[in-house]
C-alpha cells in the first residue's frame, strides 16, 4: 500500500489542486478554468472524446493524476518516522556507550526502544525468545485493540512490556551482535515497505489511466438507465412485498425502549454497535418518507423521534458532540435532517431539544444548529479537512455521512458553509484518502499519518459510492464505474451475480463481524438500484435472500433471518428494497416537494392496522 514508509513519489506536485475538474486535464489545462469546448482533450498522452454521451458533462468524473499526493499525510508519516529513527539513536546510543558501566540488563532493555521485543535478541536465551515470540504473537491483537476502541495504550503497553521484560530476562552477560541485528532488521523491514510501497504506486498509476478509458463511458451509460427507469415523483408508489420487508423496521420502531429484541448486539465500540443500527433506521425511515411517503407523518415521524431518543442512551465519557466523535455528531445529524427536511417540523432546532444523557449527574444538551456548527468549525480547522473519532482514526465513510447532514442542512436553513468546505474536502478526499489507481481509503492514523493496508476493498467503495452520491455526485458515479467493471461479473441473460477481488472485510457482515460472503451484495444493490441498474439490483436482492432466507413475522413483516443475518445486514437489505434510481441523491439535494410540507398532511395514522405505499 502507499503508506507503508513515509516517502512517497507521485509526478504531481502537491500543490496541484485535486478536484474532479479541468485542471487534471493537463497537459492542455494546467489551472482551474472553464473550459472551451474542442471535440477531445488530452489527458496524460490520451485523447478523450468529450462529445455527448461520453464528454463533457462526465470530465469531472476522471481520477485526477494527483491522487494520493498530499503533503500533510507525507508531513505526518515522515514526523512518525522521524520519531523512530530518534529512539533508535537514542537507544544505540546508551547500547553502545562506554563511559559509564550500565550493566546488560539496562543495556538490553535500551536495545528495545528499536522495536517491540528487540531487547530480547540482547537477552539471547530461551526466556527471551519465547517472551520475544509472545511479544509479536500479541502486537496484532494490539493493532486491533487500538483500530477497534481508539485505544492507542494497548500497543504502547505491549512495546513498554517488552523493554521491562528485557531488563528482567537479561542474565549476565548479552549478545553484543544484537547492536547490529535489531537496527538491520527495522531496516530490512523498511526496505520492504518503500520497495513494495513504491511498486504499489507504479501498479496504481497503470490502473488509474485504464479506469479513465472506461469511466467516461460507464458515467454517460449510468445517467441513461437513471433516466428511463426513473418515474415522476408522484408515481413512486412501494409494492405490497416491500411494504411487508418496510414493516420489520416499524415493528423494531415501537418496541419498548427497554426492548432489543432484533437487534444485534456484539460490542459499543465499531460499527456493529446499537447505535449504527439506530442510525441506519433514521436514514431508512427518511429515505421512504422523502420518496413514497413526504405528506405521511403520523407514526413515521413517531418512528423518527423514539429513535432520536435512544441516542441519549449510550453510556459515553465525556462531551459526545463537542470534538473528536464525527460517528455521533455526522451520523445524528444527517438523521435528524432528514426528519426536519421531510415533515417541516423545526422541534429539534430548539437549544436543548437533542440531549445526551451520560449518568443520573451528567447530561449535555444540544440543538441541530450546535451539531451543524461543531462540524463546521472541526473540519474547518482539520488539516485533513476530515474529522476524526476519538482522538486518533479518521474514517472517510463517516465524514461523507456527516458532510451529508451539512449539505442537507445548508439546503434547508439556506447557509453556505458546505459551499466553501466540499472543494477543499474532495482535494483532501482525494490527495490524502486516495490510492494512486483512485480507490479509496478506508482509514487513516490522524497521529501517524499511516492507514490499514488490506483492511478491506470493495466495501469501501461501495460504502462511499452511496455515503457520497449526495454531497460529491461525481466522486460517486467515478466509483461506481470502477466497482460496475471492475468486480461486478453479471450475466444479463442468466441473471447470475457474483463479485470478485474482495479482501478482507469484504467478505463478513459488518453488523456483527461473521463471515459472510452474501452481505456485499446488499450494498451491491444500493449502489445499483440508485445508479439504474435494475436488473443488477434484483439478481442482488434475489442471491442474498435465496442464501440468508426469509422470514415472516406474526405482524406480516418480512426480513432476513437473523441468525444468519444481522440486523444492519437486515436495514441494508430493505434499503435496496426502496432505493429508486437517483432517489438519494434526489433526497439529499432536493427533498421533498414543497407541495407535500403544505398539505394536505395524514398526521395520526394506526399501526399495523394501516401501512402506507404512497
Not at 493537463?26 to 490520451?46: H, I, K, M, N, Y
Not at 530518534?86 to 556507550?97: C, D, E, P, R, T
Request: charged content about 20%; some cysteine; aromatic content about 12%.
Amino acid at each position: 500500500m502507499d503508506d507503508q514508509i513515509a516517502h512517497d513519489h507521485n509526478p504531481a506536485k502537491s500543490g496541484d489542486k485535486s478536484r474532479r475538474t479541468a485542471n487534471f486535464l493537463c497537459p492542455v489545462f494546467a489551472q482551474d478554468t472553464l473550459l472551451p469546448s474542442p471535440s477531445s482533450w488530452v489527458c496524460q498522452g490520451q485523447v478523450l472524446n468529450t462529445n455527448k454521451p461520453m464528454g463533457r458533462p462526465y470530465v469531472k468524473d476522471l481520477i485526477p493524476p494527483n491522487v494520493g499526493s498530499g503533503p500533510h499525510r507525507k508531513n505526518v508519516q515522515a514526523r512518525t518516522l522521524g520519531v523512530w529513527i530518534v529512539f533508535v539513536l537514542v537507544s544505540l546510543g546508551i547500547f553502545s556507550q562506554s563511559y559509564v558501566d550500565l550493566g546488560p540488563k539496562y543495556r538490553a532493555a535500551a536495545l528495545g526502544l528499536i522495536f517491540p521485543g528487540a531487547g530480547y535478541l540482547a537477552s539471547a536465551n530461551v526466556v527471551g525468545g519465547i517472551l520475544f515470540a509472545l511479544t509479536w504473537a500479541s502486537i496484532p491483537l494490539a493493532l486491533f485493540a487500538w483500530f477497534g476502541a481508539g485505544a492507542i495504550l494497548f500497543p504502547l503497553l505491549v512495546w513498554s512490556l517488552s523493554i521491562l521484560g528485557a531488563y528482567f530476562t537479561t542474565g549476565d552477560t548479552i549478545w553484543e551482535n544484537s547492536g547490529y541485528w535489531a537496527p538491520g532488521i527495522l531496516f530490512a523491514g523498511f526496505l520492504y515497505a518503500n520497495v513494495s510501497s513504491r511498486a504499489e504506486r507504479n501498479w496504481g498509476y497503470k490502473k488509474r489511466m485504464a479506469r479513465n478509458e472506461f469511466i467516461l463511458r460507464q458515467a454517460a451509460k449510468t445517467d441513461r438507465l437513471v433516466a428511463a427507469a426513473s418515474k415522476r415523483e408522484e408515481d413512486e408508489e412501494l409494492s405490497i412485498e416491500r411494504l411487508r420487508k418496510l414493516q420489520f423496521l416499524f415493528d423494531k420502531a415501537f418496541q419498548s425502549l427497554d426492548d432489543w429484541s432484533g437487534f444485534t448486539i456484539v460490542d459499543q465500540y465499531q460499527i456493529a454497535a446499537l447505535r449504527y443500527q439506530i442510525y441506519q433506521m433514521m436514514f431508512v425511515l427518511g429515505l421512504y418518507q422523502s420518496t413514497y411517503a413526504p405528506n405521511a407523518h403520523g407514526y413515521v415521524n413517531e418512528g423518527f423521534q423514539r429513535w432520536e431518543r435512544l441516542t441519549g442512551k449510550f453510556s459515553l465519557d465525556w462531551d459526545p458532540v463537542k470534538k473528536d466523535n464525527i460517528m455521533v455528531t455526522g451520523f445524528l445529524l444527517q438523521g435528524v435532517m432528514l426528519y426536519t427536511t421531510d415533515t417541516g417540523d423545526m422541534r429539534y432546532t430548539k437549544p436543548g431539544s437533542l440531549v445526551f444523557n451520560i449518568d443520573d449527574k451528567h447530561s449535555y444538551s444540544y440543538s441541530l444548529h450546535d451539531l451543524q456548527e461543531t462540524l463546521v468549525r472541526q473540519w474547518s480547522t482539520s488539516p485533513y479537512c476530515l474529522i476524526s473519532y476519538e482522538p486518533n482514526w479518521i474514517y472517510v465513510m463517516c465524514n461523507l455521512q456527516g458532510m451529508t447532514g451539512a449539505v442537507l442542512y445548508d439546503r434547508v436553513f439556506g447557509t453556505k458553509s458546505t459551499e466553501v468546505l466540499l472543494p477543499i474536502f474532495e482535494e483532501s478526499l482525494n490527495t490524502n484518502f486516495t490510492e494512486t489507481s483512485g480507490s479509496v481509503l478506508t482509514i487513516r492514523s490522524e497521529l501517524t499519518g499511516f492507514t490499514i493496508p488490506g483492511l478491506c476493498g470493495a466495501a469501501g467503495d461501495l460504502a462511499a459510492i452511496m455515503m457520497g452520491c449526495g454531497p460529491l455526485r461525481n466522486f460517486s458515479r467515478s466509483l461506481w464505474a470502477i466497482i460496475r467493471n471492475e468486480t461486478v461479473q453479471f450475466d444479463t441473460k442468466t441473471k447470475e451475480v457474483s463479485l470478485t477481488g474482495l479482501v478482507g472485510a469484504d467478505k463478513i457482515d459488518a453488523g456483527n463481524y461473521r463471515p459472510n460472503e452474501y452481505a456485499m451484495y446488499t450494498q451491491l444493490a444500493i449502489a445499483a438500484g440508485e445508479y439504474g441498474d435494475e436488473e443488477l439490483k434484483e439478481a442482488c436482492v434475489n442471491k442474498f435472500e435465496q442464501a440468508r432466507g426469509v422470514n415472516t413475522a406474526p405482524t406480516g413483516s418480512q426480513y432476513l433471518d437473523l441468525e444468519n443475518a444481522s440486523c444492519l445486514m437486515n436495514l441494508a437489505a430493505l434499503t435496496a428494497a426502496l432505493i429508486r434510481p437517483g432517489a438519494y441523491h434526489r433526497m439529499i439535494q432536493k427533498g421533498p416537494p414543497e407541495t407535500a410540507l403544505r398539505g394536505p398532511i395524514l398526521s395520526e395514522v394506526p399501526y399495523p392496522g394501516i401501512i402506507i405505499l404512497k
